[in-house]
């Protein structure tokens, strides 16, 4: 997960607020109840020490949530009497709550938002392609691609005139799957989707998959639907699920391998808290690994006002010249830590026949 969206959060000092609000049930007395969630969430916040003008910051925000269509929830990360940052979740959090803290909790996000949670869907025929974006307050038109419109149907026979013909027929194919695979690749640039999908049969899909850049291929779930049939919103939450499951296996995998030494006794994989922040302090981390159930997770560091400053021990960072250590999540330092070093993130299963990191901490490195 790309984790610059959160660059705003790190701009400012601490203390935050850092509040997960649940939008995912809806009734006729959803606008009272969201009213009470937001006095609640502000009363909490004040008992653990938040100010007035921050607390009432939140109250409102929240407030201004009742009637909202969102299917899911909005974090709201705010100090100083202003919310900063208020991303959709694109996962129901499992229940509001609300911390008050030096740093922002911006962890539980890796299970429970996308940085862009939009996503493109081509529905695609020998004829060209209909894009249509699809988010977490519905949908819209992204444009159409239509391609070269004949020939594009096959015959049976041998004859080798109507073998000529096949063989246009093949080029026209062709021919329309680099012009949608073009135009798809300029829409998702254009705007940041995290996933694309294809919709249609089996060999157009193919054929514009196979014509994608390379900088989208670990972004592309193909479906197969009906002619003229379009995807529902259960369809694609299911299918943005279990691409995130797939992308998740997959870091683990490459974990796991990097986890074992080279022929010099190097690895380039760490885990464990101690490790880990070492890794974070060096700028060595390519990315972070999460298991947000992991006991490590909420292990107690140390930090300066530089986003590399984190430490296990108090010392170490009065050793580098850190004035006024502040203690903080682990979790939350090492976002930190990888959002300001450009570094990704990712949340990890926790079966333990998956390998999951030692604590629910884990990174791969930049260098052995």
């Known amino acids: 997960m790309d984790l610059a969206f959160l660059h705003p959060l790190y701009e400012h000092p601490g ?12 009734t006729e007395s959803t606008a009272r109840e969201r009213k009470l969630t937001a006095q609640w969430l502000a009363g909490d916040l004040a008992g653990q020490g938040a100010d007035e003008a921050t607390c009432h910051a939140v109250r409102t925000a929240i407030e201004e949530l009742a009637h909202s269509p969102e299917p899911h929830g909005r974090a709201l990360f705010a100090r100083a009497g202003e919310v900063v940052l208020d991303p959709p ?18 962890a ?15 529905y695609i025929d020998r004829k060209g392609a209909e894009f249509e974006l699809r988010g977490a307050l519905g949908s819209e038109e992204a444009g159409e691609v239509t391609g070269k419109q004949w020939p594009l149907h096959r015959t049976a026979t041998s004859d080798w005139s109507v073998r000529h013909f096949q063989l246009r027929v093949e080029n026209v194919w062709e021919h329309n799957a680099a ?6 690749a300029v829409c998702q ?4 989707a995290d996933l694309v999908i294809l919709v249609g049969e089996q060999r157009e899909r193919r054929s514009v998959h196979e014509r994608l850049p390379r900088r989208l291929q670990d972004r592309v779930a193909e479906a197969r639907h009906g002619p003229g049939s379009r995807l ?3 369809d694609v939450e299911r299918i943005r699920a279990e691409h995130l499951r797939g992308r998740a296996a997959e870091e683990l995998e490459l974990f796991l391998a990097a986890r074992a030494p080279d022929e010099e006794g190097r690895t380039r994989a760490v885990e464990g808290v101690p490790a880990v922040v070492e890794a974070a302090r060096e700028h060595r981390i390519d990315e972070l690994l999460i298991h947000s159930g992991g006991p490590d997770t ?15 021990r108090r010392g170490d960072l009065t050793t580098l010249g850190e004035r006024h250590p502040a203690q903080a999540r682990a979790d939350d330092a090492l976002v930190r830590a990888v959002v300001e070093t450009g570094a990704a993130a990712v949340s990890v299963p926790s079966a333990p026949e998956s390998g999951a990191p030692v604590g629910g901490v884990g990174a791969l490195l930049r260098w052995a």
């Not at 203390?15 to 809806?26: F, N």
């Not at 909420?298 to 296990?312: K, L, Y």
């Open 15 to 26: 203390p935050w607020a850092s509040v997960y609000v649940d939008t995912s049930r809806h």
């Open 89 to 106: 979740l694109a996962a129901p959090p499992g229940g509001s709550s609300a911390v008050w803290a030096t740093l922002p909790h911006t």
């Open 108 to 122: 539980p996000l890796l299970d429970l938002a996308n940085e862009e949670p939009v996503c493109v869907v081509a």
């Open 179 to 184: 012009e949608i695979a073009d135009a798809l």
């Open 189 to 192: 640039e254009e705007t940041g």
């Open 232 to 234: 529902l919103d259960d």
């Open 298 to 312: 909420r292990r107690e560091v140390w930090i300066g006002e530089a986003a590399d400053q984190v430490a296990v």
